[in-house]
Nanobody, 124 residues
Framework: QVQLVESGGGLVQAGDSLRLSCQDSGRASTAMGWFRQAPGKEREFVAAISWNGGSTNVADSMKGRFTISRDNVKKVYLEMNSLKPEDTAVYYC????????????????????WGQGTQVTVSS
């Protein structure tokens, strides 16, 4: 069983940086991703990383500001810089069981497990 716990959200000002963390407590190898959902909007892809961290992908609108990484197989980070008010959303961590694949995944439907989400609020 995979359990995902996000942390690091909070209230910041425009231009600030924030780092979100996601701890995967399961035993399986997982590719992981971050999604976000702003009030009144659908959930959208933010970034994804392969199980070993060797391959990553960031949504075009966030490239250059957001970075995804993992310092071990079971913990993933989302580094967010130059935050804007429109980045305000609940950020969700997701995991997909994989078998030694160096692949990342962008679609919600690809993921097997989801965290509870962490709120990020950016004030202007």
């Amino acid at each position: 069983q995979v359990q995902l716990v996000e942390s690091g959200g909070g209230l910041v000002q425009a231009g600030d940086s924030l780092r979100l963390s996601c701890q995967d407590s399961g035993r399986a190898s997982t590719a992981m991703g971050w999604f976000r959902q702003a009030p009144g909007k659908e959930r959208e892809f933010v970034a994804a990383i392969s199980w070993n961290g060797g391959s990553t992908n960031v949504a075009d609108s966030m490239k250059g500001r957001f970075t995804i990484s993992r310092d071990n197989v079971k913990k993933v980070y989302l580094e967010m810089n130059s935050l804007k008010p429109e980045d305000t959303a609940v950020y969700y961590c997701a995991a997909k069981k994989v078998s030694w694949s160096n692949t990342w995944f962008r679609r919600e439907i690809d993921y097997d497990y989801w965290g509870q989400g962490t709120q990020v609020t950016v004030s202007s």
